[in-house]
């Protein structure tokens, strides 16, 4: 059955007991096709994490915040880009784990997938309570929720008292979540290398083993996820290398006999759906990969056998979170680049702020020499100026904010549709 599937028919038996549950539970809300599951028991838990050094989950936040703004402007240049890209290859991909679809370049795994966009929400999440917390802003409610089958989470500052702090301060909590990832994902790139490091002298490639069959593709029906392909009409595919390389000299309408550890099959390539002019044949594969000889006399076999599933867990939480992360800091309502915009666009720049920003600057930039320090105050304040003498009115603040999320939205909605609504279709 396919993948989807099984989200629609979690989503409907989840939606049935939340449908009956809802009046007995006061925790438990049913809003047409959100569900809301609402709870103050991870409160004292952000609370604790928050309590234990405010002042350095703000520094955190302060050093990521260029960052983030370099993220914000990288991501709107590259939705514009994909719209000019979209008649060529889907730059947009649905993140479900075990969901593949035709013509996509993202498969999620299903297990480790689950796992890593896990801490993707928690992660994401927690960042906005803690730094909220750490500014002194209370939370009303955390909890899980289900929009149709995409599962998410939420922390809820109290409003009135998020907009008492200063712009600043604000701002540090918007891109708490964003910045949360960032750093989730810096960490999981580094136990990954390693992880590849103490891989590389363990394993032995002996043939490319196929992850999933992509629905409607030649292979459907035919070769089966699990399988190890050995050759391909003769030639031999033991590395990634031999694999690839014989397939790009296919073409559509070829027939080929693939020989694998559980049988021999014969299949037809068709097009790409990315490249017409290009044979396919519908599978995702990685090289499959076994213990060497020596390593298991060296390490046994329990070691070896589990560093693979750590190795592509660590993976996806390393671009799950790089991924959402970045989507985030879009500068669109209601995600967190459309609030953290509309922030910047409202500074005002007074006297008591101009001398808390150059505080700030001199106490980051303590450490460089003078005539450093002087030439980056010079061009901070230079920028400060040029703010002061530009400032916006609220309501034309709001006007631009909600101008550009129409747009990024109306861009997304066309790429989206474009590019996998038709495949999606045709899995079913």
Same mark, same amino acid.
């Given at each position: 059955m396919n993948a989807l599937w099984y989200y629609a028919i979690g989503f409907i038996v989840v939606w049935i007991l939340a449908f009956f549950l809802k009046g007995k539970f006061d925790n438990i809300s049913v809003e047409g096709f959100v569900l809301m599951?609402?709870?103050?028991?991870?409160?004292?838990?952000?609370?604790?994490?928050?309590?234990?050094?405010?002042?350095?989950?703000?520094?955190?936040?302060?050093?990521?915040?260029?960052?983030?703004?370099?993220?914000m402007v990288l991501m709107l240049v590259s939705l514009f880009i994909s719209l000019q890209m979209m008649f060529e290859t889907p730059t947009v991909s649905l993140i479900l784990p075990g969901v593949d679809i035709p013509g996509s370049p993202i498969y999620i795994p299903f297990a480790t997938?689950?796992?890593?966009?896990?801490?993707?929400?928690?992660?994401?999440?927690?960042?906005?309570?803690?730094?909220?917390?750490?500014?002194?802003?209370?939370?009303?409610?955390?909890?899980?929720?289900?929009?149709?089958?995409?599962?998410?989470?939420?922390?809820?500052?109290?409003?009135?008292?998020?907009?008492?702090? =200063?712009?600043?301060?604000?701002?540090?909590?918007?891109?708490?979540?964003?910045?949360?990832n960032m750093g989730l994902c810096a960490v999981a790139l580094i136990i990954t290398l390693l992880l590849s490091s103490a891989m590389a002298g363990i394993y032995v490639t002996d043939g490319i083993e196929i992850d999933s069959v992509v629905p409607s593709s030649p292979s459907d029906g035919v070769l089966e996820s699990g399988m190890v392909i050995k050759s391909i009409n003769n030639v031999s595919?033991? =590395?990634?290398?031999?694999?690839?390389?014989?397939?790009?000299?296919?073409?559509?309408?070829?027939?080929?006999?693939?020989?694998?550890?559980?049988?021999?099959y014969s299949i037809q390539t068709s097009s790409n759906p990315n490249n017409q002019t290009q044979s396919y044949i519908g599978v995702r594969s990685h090289e499959h990969k076994v213990v060497s000889e020596s390593a298991k006399r060296q390490y046994g076999t329990?070691?070896?056998?589990?560093?693979?599933?750590?190795?592509?867990?660590?993976?996806?939480?390393?671009?799950?979170?790089?991924?959402?992360?970045?989507?985030?800091?879009?500068?669109?309502?209601?995600?967190?680049?459309?609030?953290?915009?509309?922030?910047?666009?409202?500074?005002?720049?007074?006297?008591?702020?101009?001398?808390e920003?150059?505080?700030?600057?001199?106490?980051?930039?303590?450490?460089?020499?003078?005539?450093?320090?002087?030439?980056?105050?010079?061009?901070?304040?230079?920028?400060?100026?040029?703010?002061?003498?530009?400032?916006?009115?609220?309501?034309?603040?709001?006007?631009?904010?909600?101008?550009?999320?129409?747009?990024?939205?109306f861009i997304l909605v066309v790429l989206i549709v474009y590019g996998f609504v038709p495949a999606i279709m045709s899995m079913f």
């Amino acid at each position: 059955m396919n993948a989807l599937w099984y989200y629609a028919i979690g989503f409907i038996v989840v939606w049935i007991l939340a449908f009956f549950l809802k009046g007995k539970f006061d925790n438990i809300s049913v809003e047409g096709f959100v569900l809301m599951l609402k709870t103050d028991k991870l409160e004292h838990l952000i609370d604790r994490i928050a309590s234990w050094s405010p002042r350095f989950w703000k520094y955190y936040i302060n050093i990521s915040i260029p960052l983030g703004i370099f993220f914000m402007v990288l991501m709107l240049v590259s939705l514009f880009i994909s719209l000019q890209m979209m008649f060529e290859t889907p730059t947009v991909s649905l993140i479900l784990p075990g969901v593949d679809i035709p013509g996509s370049p993202i498969y999620i795994p299903f297990a480790t997938g689950l796992i890593a966009l896990a801490t993707v929400l928690i992660i994401h999440e927690g960042g906005h309570g803690v730094l909220a917390r750490a500014e002194d802003v209370p939370i009303d409610s955390v909890g899980l929720l289900l929009f149709a089958i995409i599962p998410g989470a939420f922390v809820e500052p109290n409003q009135d008292e998020l907009m008492k702090i =200063n712009g600043f301060s604000r701002l540090r909590v918007y891109f708490a979540g964003p910045m949360f990832n960032m750093g989730l994902c810096a960490v999981a790139l580094i136990i990954t290398l390693l992880l590849s490091s103490a891989m590389a002298g363990i394993y032995v490639t002996d043939g490319i083993e196929i992850d999933s069959v992509v629905p409607s593709s030649p292979s459907d029906g035919v070769l089966e996820s699990g399988m190890v392909i050995k050759s391909i009409n003769n030639v031999s595919t033991h =590395n990634s290398s031999e694999y690839i390389g014989y397939l790009s000299t296919n073409h559509v309408g070829d027939n080929l006999t693939i020989v694998t550890d559980k049988g021999t099959y014969s299949i037809q390539t068709s097009s790409n759906p990315n490249n017409q002019t290009q044979s396919y044949i519908g599978v995702r594969s990685h090289e499959h990969k076994v213990v060497s000889e020596s390593a298991k006399r060296q390490y046994g076999t329990i070691i070896p056998a589990m560093l693979p599933t750590l190795h592509e867990i660590f993976y996806l939480v390393f671009f799950l979170n790089f991924a959402v992360g970045t989507f985030n800091l879009l500068p669109m309502k209601p995600l967190d680049g459309g609030l953290i915009l509309e922030e910047i666009l409202k500074t005002k720049i007074t006297p008591s702020r101009r001398k808390e920003f150059n505080s700030r600057l001199n106490s980051f930039t303590r450490f460089l020499p003078m005539g450093i320090r002087c030439f980056i105050s010079r061009c901070f304040n230079s920028i400060l100026n040029f703010i002061s003498k530009h400032e916006l009115k609220d309501d034309t603040v709001g006007k631009i904010t909600k101008w550009l999320s129409t747009l990024c939205i109306f861009i997304l909605v066309v790429l989206i549709v474009y590019g996998f609504v038709p495949a999606i279709m045709s899995m079913f």
